[in-house]
């Protein structure tokens, strides 16, 4: 099945700095979504981005399928942005492979 | 506007003993999922159902079962429950079809002492 590596693991920031979190994946796929699970354990979907680029706020994603990537950018990473990130993907249309995430701490 | 609801938020059973967790989404969504969380590792499907009187089998299917009881209720069974199944399990809803994104629910943690 298809292999999903985030990186890095484990991140730590000063408030106000940018970062970029890494999704690669072994496989074709044509659907991939990012999500931040908050410190208090809720997962919110940030981007549904089986390619191309998204831009929301402060947080943007691009998805290059043929290479087999997707990028998640932090643009002045505030606390509330802490928690872990994962990446999700699927070959078909309902089984998604999570990523083990991407734990993200920002220092006030 | 409640999303998806997921009952209870936590649990403690006995080995052996069953349960049924509970999840249901006021959004019109077609798609529901369940998912487990594990500690330091990320989610993994169990079961989904693709639309109202279809499920299907995900990654770790074994020692559960679902019923999709109408389009907004989607419930998870253990029945007999055992130590492995120690985890927090996650309720999901999508719309069917291009450009969805999952809805999930806050949670329900589950210990199997």
């Known amino acids: 099945g298809i292999q999903v590596e985030q990186s890095p693991p484990d991140l730590i920031l000063q408030e106000g700095a940018n970062s970029t979190l890494r999704c690669n994946f072994s496989?074709?796929?044509?659907?991939l979504q990012w999500f931040h699970q908050n410190p208090w354990g809720q997962l919110i979907n940030l981007f549904y981005?089986?390619?191309g680029t998204k831009q929301n706020g402060r947080l943007s994603a691009t998805t290059v399928a043929t290479e087999r990537y997707s990028l998640l950018y932090i643009s002045s990473s505030q606390t509330t942005d802490s928690g872990v990130y994962f990446c999700?993907?699927?070959?078909?249309?309902?089984?998604?492979?999570f990523g083990t995430g991407t734990r993200l701490k920002v220092l006030a | 506007n409640a999303g998806v609801t997921q009952t209870p938020k936590f649990q403690v059973l006995k080995t052996g003993q069953s349960m049924t967790l509970q999840c249901a989404q006021d959004?019109?969504?077609?798609?529901m999922y369940w998912y487990r969380q594990d500690p330091g590792m990320g989610l993994r499907l169990i079961y989904y159902?693709?639309?109202?009187?279809?499920?299907d089998k995900g990654e770790v299917p074994n020692g559960y079962n679902v019923s999709r009881l109408n389009k907004r209720e989607f419930s998870l069974r253990l029945e007999s429950a055992a130590p492995s199944q120690t985890s927090v399990y996650f309720c999901?809803?999508?719309?069917?079809?291009?450009?969805?994104?999952?809805?999930f629910g806050s949670g329900t943690r589950l210990t199997v002492v």
């Open positions: 999901a809803s999508s719309r069917q079809g291009e450009n969805y994104g999952y809805t």
């Open positions: 496989d074709s796929v044509n659907n």
């Open positions: 981005i089986p390619s």
């Open positions: 999700a993907v699927t070959s078909g249309t309902y089984k998604y492979i």
């Open positions: 959004m019109n969504h077609n798609s």
């Open positions: 159902s693709a639309s109202e009187g279809t499920t």
